[in-house]
């Protein structure tokens, strides 16, 4: 069912050993093993291609002879074929995004796929999470040598022998095939542990040349994802809760108000949510068009402002508007559109969980690129940064709850009274921030923020104000930054350095 190739420059004790492993962890009856001694007299292009002509069997692993694999794990491979016939090339680290540069790891923050487990000889174990940890392939345009398996029935070109010997035979192989509509994943579906660290050479660099000599006209090749990974949210019966109240500020634009509305009847049980609708401004005409649209729902409420300040409005609404059933409050931008039960899922945390300060969730841009996947500081040259974890990925997200600094309220929940408690959003910021510091009020009084990247949402508009807002970067200096270092102690955790 499988044929697997390597290329080897071990003793025999060594090589049977490998071999031995393959047989006991691949899980499947019909294996051909293809061992080629090579001492740096062929390359591993000549050496697959010599495997791929002696191959008995339509599905084709080459690997490094340094690697474990854990049990099973071409049994689980063969089915990753099986219930994926679009795909003609499977591994288990890649990129989404091949560089002018030719070095596919450039924007490994953002663009690189995949687990990796590495174990050298005398070290701990660790791993590599370049993105998501997903139960179906994530599409890239190029794998790591490390591990290739390949339909070779599907595959349009073998590999390259004019390029490299033992660099750069992997990424012309891809290339060439994704060029001609071949599709290429990786795969979550069983583990891999690499007894070596790979480092760039003089060999590396010779053969990049050449590669770019090649494909350089090709590149960049960039594969942003074509769809966002939703899980399915399965809402119980909750007893003892009180009602959600959604806050959205919004200024015409009456197609995203609309959109963002409908989200929530979509996706969520409107017996745990009222809506309330702060207009700051729009048009007679706009505004009507509100009116009508919110009159078909009971649980809408529309509150008129003649200005706008995110912190101040947020906080009327909350003093002013809501009653004593509403247990939970939550933040919401109009240019958000939910894609799945975001509100059972954030009241589960609350409810199954203790010491909570506020919970968010996974948002996107209009792109399906990771707009926010919970908040961080990160220290770069002596200088201290807040950000958003896997900001402008396209898979680099946790798919999972965690504790984090905090999230951004552009969809936010958080209990009424520790609302109250924090003192409500500080009105002194111009343009956002405000979340930022509720976040780390929340983690000053002893309570933990979460993140569930299970919740998901689209962010369509985030991407509009740029880095040189001149209210945002006095926000920050005046306003943010002294509030985040009196609360030093409290952000430590959530603190890492870029070298």
């Known amino acids: 069912m499988i044929t ?19 047989l006991q962890t691949v899980g499947l009856k019909h294996v051909q093993i293809l061992e080629f001694q090579n001492n740096n007299q062929y390359s591993l292009a000549e050496v697959y291609n010599k495997g791929i002509s002696q191959s008995i069997y339509d599905i084709v692993v080459c690997c490094h002879n340094d690697i474990k694999l854990e049990n099973n794990w071409g049994k689980k491979l063969f089915k990753d074929f099986e219930n994926n016939p679009d795909y003609g090339i499977i591994g ?41 940890k997903l139960d179906e392939l994530t599409p890239v345009v190029t794998i790591d040598g490390l591990f ?28 060439s095939n994704y060029l001609d509509g071949v599709k290429i994943g990786v795969t979550f579906s069983f583990d891999i542990t690499h007894q070596s660290v ?9 053969s990049k040349t050449k590669f770019l000599e090649k494909f350089s006209s090709k590149l ?6 074509n769809s966002i990974y939703v899980p399915k949210i399965n809402e119980k019966p909750t007893k003892n809760i009180g009602k959600v109240s959604v806050i959205i500020p919004t200024k015409d634009k009456f197609e995203l108000i609309s959109e963002c509305i409908l989200s929530f009847y979509e996706h969520c049980n409107p017996n745990l949510f009222d809506i309330f609708i ?26 008129e402002y003649d ?10 609404v909350v003093k002013n508007h809501l009653n004593n059933t509403h247990e939970y409050l939550l933040f919401c931008n109009n240019d958000i559109k939910l894609l799945n039960n975001v509100i059972y899922g954030m009241l ?21 690129t990771v707009q926010h996947d919970g908040m961080v500081i990160y220290i770069h040259n002596n200088i201290i940064q807040l950000t958003h974890s896997g900001l402008k990925g396209y898979y680099t997200y946790t798919p999972s709850i965690k504790k984090v600094l905090g999230s951004t309220a552009a969809l936010l929940m958080i209990n009424k009274t520790i609302f109250e408690k924090c003192g409500y959003f500080n009105e002194n910021y111009q343009t956002c921030l405000e979340d930022a510091e509720l976040n780390i009020k929340c983690l000053s009084l002893g309570l933990n923020n979460y993140y569930d990247g299970n919740l998901v949402a689209y962010h369509y508009e985030s991407q509009t104000r740029g880095d040189n807002d001149d209210n945002y970067r006095q926000d920050y200096i005046n306003t943010f930054y002294p509030f985040m270092i009196k609360n030093e102690n409290n952000i430590k955790p959530f603190i890492f350095k870029l070298n």
């Open 198 to 206: 790979g480092r760039p050479n003089e060999e590396f660099f010779e």
């Open 278 to 303: 702060a207009d700051t401004g729009s048009t007679d005409e706009n505004k009507e068009k509100l009116k009508s649209f919110i009159s078909d729902y009971n649980n809408i409420k529309l509150i």
């Open 220 to 225: 960049p090749l960039d594969l942003k994802p």
């Open 348 to 368: 589960k945390i609350f409810k199954t969980t203790p010491k909570v300060g506020t919970v968010g969730c996974r948002l996107h841009y209009l792109d399906n």
């Open 148 to 175: 290739i398996s390949f339909d070779k029935t599907k595959i349009k070109h073998n590999f390259n022998e004019t390029i490299g010997k033992f660099h750069f035979y992997d990424h012309p192989f891809c290339l």
């Open 307 to 316: 200005y706008y300040n995110f912190a101040k409005i947020n906080n009327d």
């Open 92 to 132: 288990k680290a890649g990129s989404t995004y091949f560089p002018e540069s030719g070095v596919y790891w450039e924007r490994m923050a953002q663009t690189m796929v995949g687990h990796v487990y590495h174990q050298p000889e005398g070290r701990k174990k660790w791993v590599n999470k370049y993105s998501a």
């Open 4 to 22: 697997i190739i390597y290329s080897t420059h071990k003793d025999e004790t060594y090589n049977n050993k490998f071999k031995q492993h393959l």
